[in-house]
């Protein structure tokens, strides 16, 4: 069963909506069977090449990215690395085609969603789609969660996640497409606590199986490719490129299975920071750069650190981008990605 919304809906969506949704009987039972499935970890290491390329296909998608794929071509998409972001999932019921973004702010979500729509409706607005959210975590006491007030000093309680879910659920309210709410793995439903009460996400990921819809928690651990450093950069990048603004990266070609990491310019500004920040420490580099510090992957620091060292050694981005031509890359026969 699902929670349907559509064109037709008289519901009043916003925080009220939200909250109601998360006490929804049923998706309180699909998170709860959710927690009780292994994260499955979808990795490259270790692997031979025949091993590689026996094995299932996955499209992987960062922050701020999506990617819309075809159950002809993709076994699995997903996306992983999220604690105050959202995993998004839309698919098409009868045709399978899935469309998974990582977001990150409620300023992406109105042309976001357009962007993940444009293939997964294909101009049939009839068509039923399921959607699955994963990640965000109570980052904000619960009690304002179930507050029926909103006060301009309230802005700065209520955290990230919080209003990047309300935002979601407001925008996918107003659209005139047929969603099905099939997974709401958010907030409270995602949030564990430790002795002293400190807030973390359960699952920081999710894949989908595009032949059946079916959504799983996942890690894609040394299997975050291809380009990783330059998409990561992408994101932070973006802010400062005004032809992204409001849009989710470009990222994956669903007719031709081919990654077309789209291309996007930064100043020398990011160059300054990099110099800058390299030099914090791990702590100081979580406080200064992450939106929930004491959450984030034992990698975190790591990845900053190695984008860092990229912007230091290639500071203009036509070198990584020339022509500001696309960044392309095939599937190989033992199912590594190269660069054409």
């Given amino acids: 069963?699902?929670?349907?919304?559509?064109?037709?809906?008289?519901?009043?969506?916003?925080?009220?909506?939200?909250?109601?949704?998360?006490?929804?009987?049923?998706?309180?039972?699909?998170?709860?069977?959710?927690?009780a499935i292994p994260v499955r970890n979808f990795s490259v290491k270790d692997e031979s090449a025949q091993e590689r390329a026996t094995k299932t296909k996955w499209v992987y998608v960062f922050q701020r990215e999506y990617a819309t794929v075809d159950p002809a071509l993709v076994d699995f998409v997903g996306t992983d690395e999220a604690t105050t972001c959202v995993g998004l999932v839309i698919r098409n019921r009868k045709n399978g085609i899935t469309s998974v973004a990582h977001m990150d702010s409620p300023d992406i979500v109105d042309i976001g969603l357009s962007q993940m729509l444009l293939l997964v409706v294909d101009h049939n607005l009839d068509a039923e789609l399921e959607v699955h959210l994963v990640g965000g975590f109570e980052d904000v006491s619960p009690n304002f969660l179930k507050s029926c007030t909103r006060s301009e000093s309230d802005a700065k309680l209520e955290g990230y996640s919080y209003p990047l879910c309300a935002k979601i659920f407001?925008?996918?309210?107003?659209?005139?497409?047929?969603?099905?709410?099939?997974?709401?793995?958010?907030?409270?439903?995602?949030?564990?606590?430790?002795?002293?009460g400190n807030a973390f996400p359960i699952f920081n990921g999710l894949a989908v199986e595009t032949s059946t819809?079916?959504?799983?928690?996942?890690?894609?651990?040394?299997?975050?490719?291809?380009?990783?450093?330059?998409?990561?950069?992408?994101?932070?990048?973006?802010?400062?490129?005004?032809?992204?603004?409001?849009?989710?990266?470009?990222?994956?070609?669903?007719?031709?299975?081919?990654?077309?990491?789209?291309?996007?310019?930064?100043?020398?500004?990011?160059?300054?920071?990099?110099?800058?920040?390299?030099?914090?420490?791990?702590?100081?580099?979580?406080?200064t750069c992450s939106t929930s510090p004491s959450a984030e992957g034992p990698d975190f620091v790591d990845n900053l650190r190695r984008q860092w060292e990229y912007l230091i050694k290639y500071p203009d981005w036509i070198e990584t981008f020339p022509l500001k031509q696309p960044r392309v890359f095939e599937r190989t026969s033992d199912g590594e990605w190269k660069r054409c």
């Fill in 213 to 287: 819809g079916s959504v799983i928690p996942a890690c894609f651990d040394g299997a975050r490719c291809p380009d990783e450093i330059v998409r990561r950069i992408r994101v932070t990048a973006s802010y400062e490129d005004s032809s992204w603004n409001g849009k989710l990266m470009d990222t994956y070609d669903t007719r031709t299975d081919q990654f077309r990491i789209a291309s996007c310019c930064w100043t020398s500004q990011q160059r300054r920071f990099a110099l800058t920040l390299r030099h914090l420490t791990d702590s100081e580099i979580l406080l």
């Fill in 1 to 35: 069963m699902s929670w349907a919304i559509g064109n037709n809906s008289w519901y009043k969506w916003g925080s009220d909506t939200l909250s109601a949704l998360m006490e929804h009987p049923i998706l309180a039972s699909v998170s709860n069977s959710l927690k």
């Fill in 170 to 196: 407001e925008t996918l309210c107003t659209r005139q497409e047929k969603f099905h709410i099939q997974t709401a793995f958010i907030l409270g439903h995602n949030t564990r606590r430790d002795s002293e």
